[in-house]
């Protein structure tokens, strides 16, 4: 019998504590982690350097208060502290560091080529260079905890796979640094597309300022009726995945994902069936969903030290790990 313990593989990930945190946000990522949650070593971080980048969409009193939102949700949602390290970015200065190290192996073209930072920049009259950085940022993130899998909705397709590159150039220049992560993405309900336009990726800051294009996590249960029961849909009555158009299949895909079924099941249980049959399950499956999570999140924010004391905990833990990784790159670069 082999006497070697197989280490867990190591889970990555997190989200920017800005804007309205939606049900996209909890398909595409934060129930996958949770999903996933005893199969891996987990850590989930709360990425407040990320949300600098657009200055002008974060003061200092909202800042703080939605990275204790943030890391609130995630253990509403089912993380659990005793099994997954949870922690605030800029807790741990070695992301920025890293950063630095790894801007200096990552040639501008590939972050000319970003398609996050174009869609972005292009509505702003001064872009900052935390903006155009913020790929460098992010593979510092993932780089540092030797993470093996990023459990991402598929917007951050091309971030890991910057990330990959820029480690496997360091790797290339300096010596077997880095492990090469690879993304972990939903087979559905990887994009969930707004409400109000099935064109459109549901989005964070769109859902803060426009009325029925997302549903927050801590929505009340008439704005979510309200959502759903107007989303864009068409005047057919198609409700086969394939067929049917992005609004109708964008409800179909939160129905599914959100009562764990099947594409057939789902299919099955809406044959015949018109849109505002499915839009009326729908709200009842959503709200029953997020029913207890605001519960807890309740519980959570009125327990004075709670949080504070898991985000501590986690501090430590995942300083424990950067310094390492951070220190084995100093080391191959020559810096003493
Ligand atoms: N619509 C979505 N469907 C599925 N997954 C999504 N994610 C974001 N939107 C969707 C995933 O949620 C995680 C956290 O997001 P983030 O804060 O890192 O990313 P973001 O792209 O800034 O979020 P938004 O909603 O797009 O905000 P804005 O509008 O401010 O840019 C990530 O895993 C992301 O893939």
């Not at 997190?14 to 891996?40: F, K």
């Not at 972005?120 to 009259?125: L, Q, R």
């Not at 997302?214 to 198609?238: P, Q, V, Y």
């Not at 995945?241 to 964008?250: H, I, M, R, T």
Request: charged share 30%; net charge negative; proline share 4%.
């Amino acid at each position: 019998m082999s006497s070697k313990v197989e280490r867990k593989k190591r889970v990555f990930s997190g989200v920017q504590p800005t804007g309205q945190i939606h049900i996209g946000n909890y398909v595409g990522a934060i129930s996958l982690w949770v999903e996933n949650q005893d199969l891996y070593d987990n850590i989930f971080c709360i990425v407040d350097l990320h949300s600098l980048t657009i200055p002008e969409n974060v003061s200092p009193e909202y800042l703080r208060k939605k990275v204790r939102e943030v890391a609130a949700l995630y253990l509403a949602c089912g993380i659990d502290p005793e099994k997954s390290t949870i922690f605030v970015q800029s807790h741990v200065p070695e992301h920025a560091e890293l950063t630095w190290l790894l801007n200096c192996v990552t040639p501008m073209g590939w972050l000319e080529r970003m398609t996050q930072y174009k869609t972005k920049a292009a509505d702003m009259e001064t872009v900052g260079t935390g903006l155009f950085d913020y790929p460098v940022l992010m593979a510092a993130d993932i780089l540092l905890y030797d993470t093996d899998l990023v459990p991402v909705g598929d917007d951050q397709k091309q971030h890991i796979e910057i990330t990959r590159d820029i480690a496997q150039r360091f790797n290339h220049l300096y010596g077997e640094v880095f492990k090469i992560p690879d993304g972990l993405f939903r087979e559905s309900g990887a994009r969930i597309m707004g409400l109000d336009n099935p064109e459109m990726k549901m989005s964070k800051s769109l859902g803060e300022v426009k009325k029925r294009h997302s549903i927050g996590i801590l929505d009340s249960a008439d704005d979510i009726r309200d959502t759903i029961m107007r989303a864009t849909t068409d005047s057919n009555m198609e409700t086969r995945f394939e067929y049917a158009s992005p609004g109708v299949k964008n409800l179909l895909v939160l129905y599914q994902v959100m009562t764990n079924s099947s594409k057939e099941e789902v299919e099955d249980h809406f044959r015949g069936k018109n849109y505002g049959a499915l839009k009326k399950e729908l709200v009842e499956v959503v709200i029953e969903r997020l029913r207890p999570i605001q519960e807890k999140y309740k519980e959570i924010v009125e327990e004075e030290g709670y949080l504070d004391n898991i985000l501590n905990r986690g501090k430590e833990r995942a300083k424990e790990i950067a310094a390492v990784t951070l220190q084995r790159a100093k080391e191959h670069m020559g810096l003493i």
